[in-house]
């Protein structure tokens, strides 16, 4: 069974894992998940050891406090933190406990609209003595939210909206799924860039799958220039380190959106004979607006072996 990730994040991979896994090498010792957001790929891969990189301290720190606090524990602070501020609680209530204040289809957002924004104050003035505190304030600040998105602004204040659901039966299985899968898997949680490729000492088998944010795409981490011609450069310089070591690499990206490619990708795979295969995207956090948002849009996966044989020998430069 699937391990799910606690985190709803931009570019979630859980549905495509049926396409991505059997691509990668049958024997895996440690594998590198880079850019792991919500770390879907990372909590399903078959490897003797998986650690997972984001430069987002954030996504980090509340993926290691979540694996850390046994499971009691953790439901226990979050349902303190929603009754400390009066929030609803549909998974041990019920939803018809709530159905009175429910209107249109605004779902519980009147009914937590207060009490979310007390907490979003709390959470965003307070001086938190260690980051696993205000990890667990964060996640139910996630479970409350609108498209339960993370998302800070240039602040570093949380800033989404009252969304209209709260922790649910299904967020509480999405978490019971991580501690589960968490617990059966040496994983380990870090805070870093793709530039730690160049840090690891990489032994026999070893293995590294980037999910980057794309040039071609608009989401919350290409803001403000957030990802650019440099940042993606940077980043196949440092695939072309793996490459000339030795190192098998698996690459997510898209090479055409809406009429636009991304010229430098393309040429970059076609200088190193690089694999390519088209993925049929298909993502559990489609947007809420927008019915066409993938429409037009050639998502692949490069690798630097032979993707109909993950086994074989990599493609040398």
């Given at each position: 069974?699937?391990i799910?990730s606690?985190?709803?994040?931009?570019?979630?991979?859980f549905?495509?894992?049926?396409q991505?896994?059997?691509?990668?090498?049958?024997?895996?010792?440690t594998?590198?998940?880079?850019?792991?957001?919500g770390?879907?790929?990372?909590l399903?891969?078959n490897?003797?050891?998986?650690?997972?990189?984001?430069?987002?301290?954030?996504v980090?720190n509340?993926?290691k406090?979540?694996?850390?606090?046994?499971?009691?524990?953790i439901?226990?602070?979050?349902?303190?933190?929603?009754?400390d501020?009066?929030?609803s609680?549909?998974d041990?209530?019920g939803?018809d406990?709530?159905?009175?204040?429910?209107k249109?289809n605004?779902?519980?957002?009147?009914?937590n609209?207060e009490?979310y924004?007390?907490?979003?104050?709390y959470?965003?003035?307070?001086d938190?003595?260690?980051?696993?505190?205000?990890?667990f304030y964060?996640?139910?600040?996630?479970m409350?939210c609108f498209?339960?998105?993370?998302?800070f602004?240039?602040k570093?204040?949380?800033?989404?909206?009252?969304?209209k659901?709260?922790?649910n039966k299904?967020?509480?299985?999405?978490?019971?799924?991580?501690?589960?899968?968490?617990?059966?898997?040496?994983?380990?949680f870090?805070?870093?860039?793709f530039?730690?490729l160049?840090d690891?000492?990489y032994?026999?088998?070893?293995?590294?799958?980037?999910?980057?944010?794309?040039l071609?795409t608009?989401?919350?981490?290409?803001?403000n220039?957030?990802?650019?011609d440099v940042?993606?450069?940077?980043?196949?310089?440092?695939?072309s380190?793996?490459?000339?070591?030795?190192?098998?690499?698996a690459?997510?990206n898209?090479l055409?959106?809406?009429?636009?490619?991304?010229?430098?990708?393309?040429?970059w795979?076609k200088?190193?004979?690089?694999n390519?295969?088209?993925?049929?995207?298909?993502?559990?956090s489609?947007?809420?607006?927008?019915?066409d948002?993938?429409?037009?849009?050639?998502?692949v996966?490069?690798?630097?072996?032979?993707i109909?044989?993950?086994?074989?020998q990599?493609?040398?430069?």
């Amino acid at each position: 069974m699937k391990i799910e990730s606690p985190l709803n994040y931009t570019g979630n991979k859980f549905r495509l894992l049926d396409q991505l896994l059997p691509l990668f090498p049958e024997k895996i010792n440690t594998f590198y998940d880079i850019c792991c957001g919500g770390c879907s790929v990372g909590l399903n891969v078959n490897a003797r050891n998986i650690i997972c990189y984001d430069k987002n301290d954030h996504v980090i720190n509340l993926l290691k406090t979540l694996k850390k606090f046994d499971t009691n524990s953790i439901l226990e602070t979050i349902e303190q933190i929603i009754v400390d501020f009066g929030l609803s609680y549909s998974d041990k209530y019920g939803c018809d406990e709530y159905k009175e204040y429910v209107k249109d289809n605004n779902g519980l957002k009147y009914y937590n609209q207060e009490g979310y924004l007390q907490l979003r104050e709390y959470f965003n003035k307070t001086d938190f003595e260690n980051y696993d505190i205000k990890s667990f304030y964060l996640y139910v600040l996630l479970m409350f939210c609108f498209n339960n998105d993370l998302r800070f602004n240039s602040k570093n204040q949380f800033n989404m909206p009252i969304g209209k659901t709260d922790f649910n039966k299904n967020k509480k299985q999405k978490l019971l799924s991580f501690k589960n899968g968490t617990e059966n898997k040496a994983i380990d949680f870090r805070m870093a860039d793709f530039s730690v490729l160049h840090d690891v000492k990489y032994q026999e088998n070893d293995f590294v799958y980037i999910d980057p944010p794309y040039l071609l795409t608009t989401a919350t981490y290409t803001e403000n220039n957030g990802w650019n011609d440099v940042s993606e450069f940077e980043l196949l310089d440092c695939l072309s380190y793996l490459n000339r070591n030795n190192i098998k690499f698996a690459l997510s990206n898209v090479l055409e959106k809406n009429g636009a490619k991304n010229i430098l990708l393309e040429n970059w795979i076609k200088n190193n004979g690089f694999n390519v295969i088209e993925i049929k995207y298909h993502y559990s956090s489609s947007s809420y607006n927008k019915k066409d948002r993938y429409a037009n849009e050639r998502e692949v996966l490069v690798t630097n072996y032979d993707i109909s044989n993950p086994k074989s020998q990599i493609h040398w430069q």
